[in-house]
C-alpha cells in the first residue's frame, strides 16, 4: 500500500485556536502515525477577512508545538490561474453559469439555490459563477462519523464557485489542491461534513481521485459555536505548548500519561506518534471545549 498524504489547511482569518489545533494534529498523527507525508496548505482566499499576520503566526505556532511539514507551504492566493482555468472550462461547456441573483433574492430559498439564472445566459464578468449540480444523491463512508450522504439537488442546489467580487470558492480551491497535492487522506473537523457531497461531485467532474475522509468532533464554545477568532477563543499560546498538547490528545480520545506534560512538545509528538489510536476519536460532530479535561 502507498503511504498517506495529508494535510492541514488552515484558513488565515484567525490564530491558531485549540479547535484549529485539534485538527491539525489529528491529520498530523493520522499521517505520520503510518510514515506518511503531512503538508500544509495556507487557504487564503478571501483577503478581505483575513488578519495581518496570521498566515506567518499560524505557521510560527505550528513550529512552536513540534510540528514539522513536507515541502513548502501552497498558498492558494498562489493559485489564482489555476482555479480560473477550471471555471473557463466549466462556463464553456455549460456546466456553469452566471448568477446576478442579489442577497435578498437569495434569502427566500434557505441556501438552496433553485436555479433562478441557470438559463439566463447572463454575461460573465461581474457575476457570481455557479456550478450546475446533478440530481444525485453523494454519499461516502467517513471513517469515524459512518456514511453521510446528501441530494445536491435538494439539499444543496447549483453552487458558487467564483464569487460575484472575484474571489474563489473554497469548495473548488480545495478540492483542485487536494488533487495537485496527491492528499490521500483528508482529516479535518466535522463542520465540513456537510461540504464533503459537493467536493465529491467536483472531484468526479475533474477526473481525480477522492480522498478518504476523516471528520473529527468540531471543540465548540460554551454556547454552541465553533471555536475560532469570530467568538474571540485565545490563540494557543506557545509556552504552554506541552499542556495544550496533552488537552488535545484527550480530545482526540488518546491516553497521554499526565508525565508527558514535561516534556518538550516534540517528545511529546513522538509519543502520540507511536501510540495514535484514530478509531478512539469520540464518533461525534462536536465537543464543549469546556468538559474537556
Ligand atoms: N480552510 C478550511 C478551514 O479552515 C479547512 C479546509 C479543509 O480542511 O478542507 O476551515
Ligand atoms: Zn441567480
Redesign the pocket.
Known amino acids: 500500500m502507498h503511504k498517506p498524504v495529508g ?5 488565515p482569518s484567525g490564530y491558531l485556536h485549540f479547535g ?1 489545533l485539534v ?1 491539525a494534529l489529528a491529520s498530523y498523527l493520522d499521517a505520520r502515525a503510518q510514515g506518511g507525508q503531512w503538508l500544509v496548505r495556507m ?1 487564503d482566499l478571501d483577503p478581505p477577512r483575513e488578519v495581518a499576520g496570521a498566515a506567518d503566526a499560524i505557521l510560527r505556532t505550528l513550529e512552536a508545538y513540534g510540528f514539522e511539514w513536507d515541502g513548502p507551504v501552497l498558498y492558494q492566493s498562489q493559485r489564482h490561474a489555476a482555479y480560473q482555468a477550471v471555471i473557463d472550462q466549466w462556463l464553456a461547456a455549460g456546466l456553469a453559469y452566471a448568477c446576478t441573483c442579489s442577497r435578498k433574492t437569495l434569502e427566500a430559498f434557505n441556501g438552496v439555490y433553485p436555479g433562478l439564472c441557470r438559463d439566463a445566459g447572463h454575461p460573465w464578468q461581474g457575476a457570481a459563477i455557479r456550478l450546475r449540480v446533478p440530481q444525485l444523491r453523494y454519499g461516502f463512508d467517513d471513517r469515524l462519523q459512518g456514511h453521510f450522504e446528501q441530494h445536491l439537488g435538494h439539499d444543496v442546489g447549483d453552487f458558487v464557485i467564483r464569487r460575484r467580487d472575484g474571489l474563489y470558492a ?1 469548495q473548488l480551491a ?1 478540492v483542485l489542491d ?1 488533487a495537485l497535492q496527491g492528499v490521500t487522506d ?1 482529516v ?2 466535522a ?2 461534513l456537510g ?1 464533503t457531497p459537493r467536493q465529491l461531485y467536483l472531484q468526479e467532474l475533474l477526473g481525480v481521485p477522492a480522498p478518504r475522509y476523516l471528520h473529527v468532533p468540531l471543540i465548540t464554545q460554551p454556547d454552541g459555536h465553533k471555536l475560532g477568532k469570530r467568538y474571540r477563543s485565545a490563540p494557543v499560546q506557545a509556552q504552554y505548548a506541552s499542556a495544550v498538547l496533552i488537552r488535545a490528545l484527550r480530545a482526540l480520545g488518546q491516553r497521554p500519561e499526565p508525565a508527558l506534560e514535561h516534556e518538550t512538545p516534540h517528545t511529546l509528538l513522538g509519543w502520540a506518534r507511536a501510540h495514535w489510536a484514530a478509531h478512539a476519536i469520540p464518533r461525534v460532530a462536536s465537543l464543549a471545549e469546556a468538559q474537556l479535561a
Open positions: 494535510r492541514f489547511a488552515p484558513t484549529s485538527a487557504e473554497y480545495v487536494d483528508v479535518r473537523g463542520d465540513l461540504s
